[in-house]
């Protein structure tokens, strides 16, 4: 087919361009010293590769064949592989980005966003108790009383069932060696409401629920570790907490459930709390004010969240009116219950899943600067391209070919990376978080991942898909050299202050974060954690009353005591920074409530003689308790000062008298009188405000299973098994078990912070190493792009070191700049960090002077090679080559 003439003209003139350029190209290299055969072949070779795409395209928005797609992936790797430099840096930097990306959201999926493992998971929901208190407060407590649970499931419709459940050890005896197994006391519905039936044997039934049932599910685990994976297990007896139960069903492999650490191995009816120790005895399941309970519920097919929520408040609100001693005040929340069980964990995990997604912009960034500039010195070959035939929209789409590729092979190498940085995760994150042992680089990681990858391709490769579609190429043609123009070097200088400014961001937020651990672990707790060491003992309420376990401990204690070494013993309940805390209401002389909502309310903790010289406690006045204070002694009562502070201000505590909302028996509380003022402690979280707190000697109001604190004179780490041989000697069948020093619970409390802020350092780090390499690619392309300028400056008498003042002050002109926006940006930030992560402080504007010189020292390590480069340009040889 014969082409018009003005077409057969317009080939003509082309082809007379490019044979023009061929020849400039030879005498080009012929003069910078390479023979004429060399010239020659690099030059043909180098205009060869345009000669590939001599062809018209479609558009390149429109249908796109499998030929087609296939040849631009194959001018992509062609023209990757003419510059392996640049397709190494830019795989390397994609690769780091989305690595840390994949390996952070594998993280965060298992966590908070993998559905819990039961049926129709999403009908699960938490009931929480609130309490509404005088001005409207509302602080969150424990669930429900278990009257109150009977009452909910006999008046709730909206619900298929409700389950109420605690957490509890059982001390297991006659399968060898007395062992301590963490466990759950439920209701009959339990099981049913998950929607798992046990592999073996049948659920709990409802008659069960009642004294004397004493029936048993124990665990896969349990199943096969102590019962030796027996097919006849179901129906067996074993001895827990001193009597016989039946084992009536094994559960399935991998059931865990309430998500407890250690996981619960054992579950067992309400009937282990309707036992009582003494006759006459008002058991837990008459107890409406005991209020210590979870509630879990599985919604109606159809019924909204909403809708259960307004008729448990009702259910609430009426309980409130009808039980006004033990329920005023008292309402509902209702969450999913997936929301409950990830609890705290969500908002560091969010922070640190924002972090890496930061440093990934940064490699995006990083990249498109380098595609930018690569762009700019293939103007000519682009160019070319287009004058040979194909449309600017096929060259756009090469372009954007080639950034595709770039990421594809970034994101293999990130999952590879990836997969190691779980690893690393998951060894260095606390060890309480549920989900982190079911971690990996699963399905729904790998479509994240590939979805990052399409975004950075795309984010990477349109601005010079763009300029292509703007270029001019009888233009580009015509010029000698090929250099970037004054919107390009704006772009640049535009990315290169973004990725400053989110370099900041991330370096000021990871100051912030260590400054704020910092202060965290130097906070005094109130106590000295140092040579302690702690354990406890399962006394069974079927062998031991509460007479009888006063009386073990009043024996024990002094035997320990006379261990050696040992400087100091007592037990305490809770234990400071052992993660609970006990709340328990009380009355003023001439401020007695009228109801359990009017009522003051305090921390509190039951301890033995010698317990604060043994924490190392200071007592500000009076005394403490000695073995003198026993059930038959007069009540006594120890307070913190914030407890003085806020409820005896101006006035002398000591001798001053409270009664609090405890007793030992079942007559009227009575007044206690205060008898010491001890200082502050920090009893759940070194970052807590302290808040008023009361003690009670043991034996006048123990209430679970205490801690036993021996503090000794050197190392502690052949005090727990000299423990274990002395009670073992009182009473073989016991269980000693949470043996730990107070270091460690001193280590688990600061965990959660430390692995956030070791992350988001990492994660700064890298962001900031990032940023550096951008820097000085640019400020490299800068100075080729400006080597005729700088000799032209030479020849006309400028000095080596103004040369490299002006790359250096363009540099830190930028660099300036991206901290000026960052710090604005982290400022904001600063607040917003604060209400998620408290150990953080609102204001730490001391952060942003180090934030300054680590940028100024990393750009100025950045700018200083090219600067240098800049600086050793021959003029003569510039000025010819010109």
């Keep these: ?281 008002t058991p837990m399941t008459a107890q409406r004010g005991a209020h210590f309970l979870q509630v879990i519920g599985r919604l109606k097919e159809g019924v909204r969240e909403s809708a259960a929520r307004a008729e448990l408040e009702t259910i609430a609100s009426a309980l409130a009116q009808q039980y006004p001693e033990d329920n005023a005040g008292r309402s509902v929340r209702v969450v999913p219950e997936l929301e409950a069980v990830v609890g705290s964990a969500k908002r560091p995990l969010l922070v640190l899943l924002a972090a890496v997604a930061c440093v990934l912009l940064i490699a995006c960034v990083n990249l498109a600067n380098l595609m930018t500039a690569r762009g700019t010195a293939r103007q000519r070959e682009l160019a070319l391209r287009m004058a040979l035939g194909a449309s600017r929209y096929r060259v756009a789409r090469l372009v954007l070919t080639e950034s595709l590729v770039l990421a594809v092979a970034g994101a293999a190498l990130g999952l590879v990376a990836g997969s190691w940085l779980v690893r690393l995760l998951v060894h260095l994150s606390p060890t309480n978080i549920r989900g982190l042992d079911e971690v990996s680089m699963d399905a729904a990681v790998l479509v994240f991942t590939a979805a990052i990858a399409l975004a950075c391709g795309l984010f990477v490769g349109v601005a010079p898909a763009m300029r292509v579609t703007r270029s001019q190429p009888r233009q580009d043609l015509s010029e000698t050299r090929t250099t970037a123009g004054r919107s390009q070097r704006r ?234 041989k002395l009670i073992a000697a009182r009473d073989p069948e016991l269980a000693v078990f949470d043996v730990r020093t107070m270091d460690e619970y001193f280590g688990r409390v600061v965990a959660s912070p430390r692995f956030t802020t070791l992350l988001l350092m990492l994660f700064a780090v890298l962001g900031v190493a990032l940023s550096a390499v951008g820097l000085y690619g640019v400020l490299a392309y800068t100075v080729v792009q400006r080597t005729h300028e700088f000799g032209v400056r030479f020849a006309l008498g400028a000095r080596p070191r103004d040369v490299v003042r002006g790359v250096m002050g363009g540099a830190f002109a930028l660099v300036g700049s991206g901290l000026l926006v960052g710090v604005v940006a982290s400022m904001a930030l600063n607040r917003a960090l604060a209400r998620t992560l408290d150990f953080v402080q609102p204001v730490d504007a001391a952060a942003y002077p180090i934030v300054a010189l680590v940028l100024l020292s990393v750009a100025a390590v950045a700018a200083y090679t090219p600067a240098r480069r800049a600086a050793r340009v021959d003029p003569v040889t510039t000025l010819r080559a010109g």
């Design 491 to 724: 772009l640049l200088n535009a990315l290169i202050v973004v990725e400053t400014a989110l370099g900041v961001l991330l370096l000021a937020v990871a100051t912030f974060l260590v400054r704020g651990f910092d202060r965290l672990t130097h906070t005094d707790p109130g106590f000295d954690p140092s040579h302690v060491v702690t354990l406890r003992v399962g006394l069974p309420d079927s062998r031991y009353t509460y007479l009888k376990k006063v009386a073990f401990f009043d024996e024990l204690l002094p035997e320990l005591a006379r261990l050696p070494g040992i400087e100091a013993v007592s037990l305490v309940a809770p234990l400071p920074l052992g993660g609970s805390r006990f709340g328990v209401s009380f009355d003023l002389p001439g401020r007695t409530a009228r109801s359990a909502a009017e009522r003051l309310s305090a921390e509190f903790a039951f301890v033995g003689p010698d317990y604060f010289r043994a924490m190392r406690i200071p007592l500000r006045r009076g005394r403490e308790f000695t073995a003198a204070d026993g059930d038959d002694a007069p009540r006594v009562v120890v307070i913190n000062e914030a407890f003085a502070q806020q409820y005896f201000p101006g006035e002398e505590p000591l001798g001053k008298r409270i009664r609090p909302g405890l007793s030992t028996t079942e007559d009227e509380t009575p007044w206690r009188e205060v008898v010491g003022i001890a200082g502050n402690v920090k009893q759940q979280t070194l970052n807590e405000r302290v808040k008023p707190l009361y003690f009670v000697p043991y034996a006048q109001g123990m209430i679970t299973t205490p801690h036993i604190v021996l503090r000794s004179a050197g190392p502690p780490e052949a005090v727990p098994e000299s423990a274990r």
């Design 1 to 281: 087919m014969r082409l018009p003439l003005w077409r057969r003209r317009q080939d003509e003139e082309l082809d007379e361009e490019l044979r023009s350029h061929l020849q400039m190209a030879i005498r080009d290299r012929v003069e910078r010293g390479e023979s004429l055969q060399q010239a020659t072949d690099a030059a043909r070779r180098e205009f060869g590769n345009v000669l590939l795409v001599k062809e018209t395209t479609r558009d390149m928005w429109g249908w796109v064949s499998i030929e087609q797609l296939w040849q631009d992936l194959v001018y992509a790797g062609r023209a990757l592989r003419r510059t392996p430099g640049f397709t190494t840096a830019a795989v390397l930097t994609l690769a780091l980005g989305i690595g840390a990306n994949a390996a952070m959201f594998s993280v965060v999926y298992a966590v908070i966003l993998r559905p819990l493992p039961f049926p129709d998971a999403d009908r699960l929901m938490a009931i929480n108790g609130l309490v509404v208190r005088d001005a409207g407060q509302v602080s969150p407590s424990a669930s429900s009383s278990w009257p109150d649970y009977f009452d909910w499931r006999a008046k709730a419709q909206t619900f298929a069932s409700l389950s109420a459940y605690h957490d509890t050890n059982f001390t297991v005896t006659g399968l060898g060696r007395s062992q301590h197994v963490p466990g759950a006391i439920v209701s009959a519905e339990f099981f049913a409401t998950l929607g798992v039936a046990p592999s073996l044997g049948r659920a709990f039934r409802r008659e069960e629920e009642h004294a004397g049932s004493n029936v048993i599910v124990v665990s896969d685990q349990f199943w096969r570790s102590q019962l030796g994976m027996s097919g006849d297990a179901v129906g067996r007896t074993m001895m827990v907490n001193g009597r016989s139960f039946t084992i009536i069903a094994v559960m399935p492999a991998g059931f865990r459930f309430p998500i407890t650490f250690p996981p619960p191995e054992l579950w067992t009816t309400i009937a282990e709390d309707a036992q009582v120790e003494e006759p006459g005895d």
